[in-house]
């Protein structure tokens, strides 16, 4: 059998559409009379019907609350909704986009394991293998807070890295990332496109991400497929990303084509992955094939794209053991990234785990989370204001805007770069000789500009 040709991706997305469109409406039609709401998906994907009635009525929204949220939310269908809509708290965990962010680096070891190998197409493996394992933290279906315009998120004591991401931009909402241990560096320009589609919404990762690999200098760049969250407001919700994923080594040409298998009836499919390790000449080097909630395996193939002789597969990446009844469905390393003990010396006051909305949600306190969250989207607006009227332009602190503009294929991306003023930072407060405790829980979050508002 032929390996799949990566130059055939458009039309491999042209399938996954009809697939989806296909099977969205067959279950339409066989649910959607238990919600008197034409064109509803309410699918089980882990299969059986026997409780679609009830899927159909429950979860985490008040039948009353879900009502008058539908008929609100009919006239954004077709829309991006990134920053148009004020949700309630009631859908949100208690992390921010930032800290999502951070989830990344879970299995960066993998990425140690690719700049200790000599072998280029093993390297696509594992950085492929790296950049497919937070799929298992991406299917929750709570949704994170949107960063405040300034906001930070700081990580140490995990597998030697300093993470650090910043809040660029509000309108539209961009975040920029940087990540570097003894074996890589990692940077990340981010920005979400959405298509609102009643009780789903299609997310486009309008981003760039690359990894570089200190002991050559090897440059990778990931291209992920799109993600689409089901059953928003009716049916249990739940998250697919049908389509493929892209790893191309710059410098050399070589790249992986992973393919992500949409769900289909009852669960068949639902995880799956297959794809192959391509050399710069499209000649494929290596079969990839695992599951993004359980494991990856590899093992060399032919020029047809068959298993060579006298080899087997071999596992590049096993899922960590996961937390079970976990209320947000946190893996240990998601409980880690909310830890302060994630957080360095003297942490800055911008920092996502200081926000008093995302603590109070924590907390279980539901109601001081809804006003705290609107308390500071408030103050957002006030600095916007203030802002515009000074005719003042926000700068970030930690990375700076290029000219540079990148194309993705869901539109052109503008590029942030790191700095490196944060490494200046950092290294001051760590050889500061203050031994002075600091209870850094009490800081107050602070990512604003104008601190002469913080009455307002």
Not at 231 to 251: A, Q
Request: aromatic share 12%; hydrophobic share 30%; proline share 5%.
């Amino acid at each position: 059998m032929a390996p799949n040709d990566p130059k055939q991706g458009g039309g491999f997305f042209a399938s996954i559409a009809s697939s989806i469109s296909n099977f969205g409406s067959a279950m339409s039609k066989s649910v959607n009379g238990l919600l008197g709401y034409e064109g509803l998906e309410v699918v089980n994907p882990e299969g059986g019907t026997e409780d679609a009635e009830e899927e159909a009525r429950r979860g985490r929204w008040k039948q009353e609350d879900r009502d008058s949220y539908w008929k609100m939310m009919q006239k954004y269908i077709g829309s991006d909704v990134t920053s148009m809509v004020t949700l309630p708290v009631l859908i949100f965990e208690p992390m921010s986009m930032l800290q999502k962010m951070a989830e990344l680096m879970e299995y960066s070891y993998l990425l140690d394991l690719a700049d200790e190998c000599e072998d280029p197409y093993m390297r696509l493996v594992y950085t492929t293998s790296w950049a497919i394992s937070v799929y298992y933290a991406y299917q929750r279906t709570w949704k994170p807070f949107n960063p405040i315009l300034g906001e930070t998120y700081e990580m140490v004591n995990h597998g030697g890295i300093t993470f650090l991401a910043e809040q660029v931009s509000h309108h539209p909402p961009m975040s920029a990332g940087h990540a570097e241990n003894e074996h890589f560096i990692y940077d990340i320009s981010s920005k979400v496109k959405t298509k609102f589609l009643g009780n789903s919404i299609d997310i486009y990762p309008l981003g760039r991400t690359r990894v570089t690999l200190k002991r050559d200098g090897a440059v990778f760049e990931l291209v992920p497929p799109p993600t689409k969250v089901n059953n928003l407001i009716f049916g249990r919700t739940w998250v697919d990303s049908p389509g493929e994923m892209i790893m191309t080594n710059l410098t050399t040409g070589d790249k992986a084509v992973l393919y992500f298998q949409p769900c289909g009836w009852f669960g068949a499919g639902r995880y799956e992955i297959d794809g192959y390790v391509y050399n710069s000449s499209e000649e494929p080097k290596i079969l990839m094939t695992g599951k993004w909630n359980e494991s990856m395996s590899y093992q060399p193939c032919d020029g047809e794209g068959e298993p060579l002789p006298g080899t087997e597969l071999k596992e590049s990446w096993r899922l960590a053991e996961a937390l079970k009844n976990d209320k947000f469905q946190y893996t240990h390393f998601a409980h880690k990234i909310n830890s302060f003990d994630t957080a360095p010396k003297k942490l800055l006051a911008s920092d996502s785990r200081l926000r008093p909305d995302r603590y109070a949600l924590e907390q279980g306190d539901l109601s001081k989370a809804g006003f705290e969250k609107s308390s500071l989207e408030e103050r957002q607006r006030a600095e916007k204001k203030n802002r515009d009227e000074k005719g003042h332009k926000f700068t970030p602190k930690w990375f700076d805007y290029t000219n540079e503009v990148a194309a993705t294929p869901w539109g052109d991306l503008e590029v942030y770069q790191y700095n490196g003023k944060y490494d200046e930072y950092r290294a001051a407060v760590d050889s500061s000789s203050s031994t002075e405790e600091i209870d850094v829980k009490s800081t107050e979050f602070n990512p604003w500009q104008y601190e002469d508002l913080a009455a307002n």
